[in-house]
């Protein structure tokens, strides 16, 4: 089914809230209503797939239309059958992706545990590749269902041909943008308990549960999430705003130099680089919990920038980034390059 509305509201549509409208807004329920929505769309019409709203500013009114995968099914086979093995998940691309979580881990499932409490749909996170307290969803997907419209068709592309690393996928790569659709996701999921107990404060808040369930360590998630990340429902965010910046040998020489000395968190890559974390630099530059109108840097995880009051305009939270990019840079020379996705 094909629902299409002119001049809609995006406010609700959006974590951050931005109250912004589109020309457009063309909801759809299956695959197949796909063709016939691109048919829809005038040639060289401005078109932008949303998921969840999760990862994405509005910067303004979105002047062409706003697919929405209206489609929320999802079906675990817990034990397999002749065709899928135990432990293998369907859902639709617009299935929310926390509620897959919560299902999957009723059902003894593990591998996605850890991502508990991540907004958004399952399709944005094949997109984003999310990833929390060391695990990624890209480690448990077997296969998307996707519409090129390219090649105007539905084909299958097989997680390992999706090019993941950290928040990134093939659809992330500039030759992909608009490219494909995704249509839903196959995940390969495990009744084998294999907890990863080693990231925040999880061995702690776990404590001596034991034996240890999915959803146990999805509670535990859900706990330590909540005392360092703004809920959407109250408060409106797009998560880390900033990707951490990886710097090169020689880079991180210079900005070791400049900090005066390399008491400051980082992390040795495999290629030789060094992870800063993007949140430290904003800290030591003054700003977390610093406000701006409606806009703010979040209290307690300054990656993170807030649409305190709820009214907070694109603007704002455009002029906030910039200053925050420029401060930051100004201090270490780095500069903070956004994940989330300006629209
Ligand atoms: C409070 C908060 C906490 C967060 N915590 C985390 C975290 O711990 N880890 C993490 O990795 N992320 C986190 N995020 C970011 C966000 O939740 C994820 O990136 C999420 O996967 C985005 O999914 P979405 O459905 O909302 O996608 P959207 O934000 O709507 O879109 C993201 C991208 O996916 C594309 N897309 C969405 N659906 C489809 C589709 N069906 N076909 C093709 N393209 C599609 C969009 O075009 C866009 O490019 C957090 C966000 C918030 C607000």
């Excluded at 991540?118 to 296969?143: D, L, R």
């Excluded at 997680?159 to 030759?175: A, I």
């Excluded at 990340?229 to 409106?236: F, K, M, R």
């Excluded at 305009?313 to 930051?328: A, C, G, M, Q, R």
Aim: net charge negative; charged share 20%; proline share 6%.
């Amino acid at each position: 089914m094909i629902t299409e509305i002119e001049n809609y509201s995006l406010k609700k549509l959006n974590t951050f809230g931005m109250d912004v409208t589109c020309r457009r807004l063309i909801g759809y329920t299956s695959p197949q209503d796909i063709p016939k929505i691109l048919r829809m769309l005038k040639p060289g019409e401005k078109w932008f797939h949303l998921g969840g709203g999760s990862n994405v500013l509005f910067t303004d009114n979105y002047d062409g239309t706003i697919l929405l995968n209206l489609g929320h099914n999802f079906t675990i086979y817990e034990s397999g059958n002749s065709i899928y093995p135990p432990g293998t998940v369907f859902a639709d691309a617009g299935a929310v992706l926390d509620d897959v979580i919560a299902a999957a881990c009723e059902k003894g499932l593990w591998g996605i545990e850890n991502l508990s409490g991540i907004p958004g749909t399952i399709g944005g996170a094949a997109v984003q590749n999310v990833g929390a307290y060391g695990q990624e969803i890209g480690n448990s997907i077997i296969q998307l269902l996707v519409y090129d419209t390219v090649e105007s068709c539905q084909c299958i592309i097989m997680g390992e041909e999706c090019d993941y690393g950290y928040r990134h996928s093939m659809f992330k790569e500039p030759e992909n943008e608009g490219r494909y659709i995704i249509l839903s996701v196959m995940l390969g999921l495990s009744a084998e308990p294999r907890p990863l107990l080693d990231y925040g404060n999880l061995r702690t808040v776990v404590g001596n549960t034991s034996p240890l369930s999915p959803t146990d360590m999805r509670n535990a998630v859900i706990e330590t999430r909540r005392g360092k990340l703004p809920d959407p429902a109250e408060t409106g965010s797009a998560g880390s705003f900033f990707k951490n910046p990886v710097l090169n040998a020689d880079e991180f020489d210079r900005f070791t130099k400049r900090v005066g000395n390399n008491d400051f968190p980082h992390y040795a890559l495999a290629d030789g680089t060094f992870k800063i974390p993007a949140a430290w630099l904003i800290e030591k530059a003054g700003w977390k919990g610093h406000n701006d109108g409606n806009a703010a840097v979040w209290h307690k995880q300054p990656l993170v920038l807030v649409n305190s009051t709820g009214h907070a305009t694109p603007s704002e939270i455009l002029t906030l980034e910039h200053k925050i990019i420029d401060s930051v840079k100004e201090k270490f020379a780095i500069e903070l390059i956004p994940e989330v996705i300006h629209i």
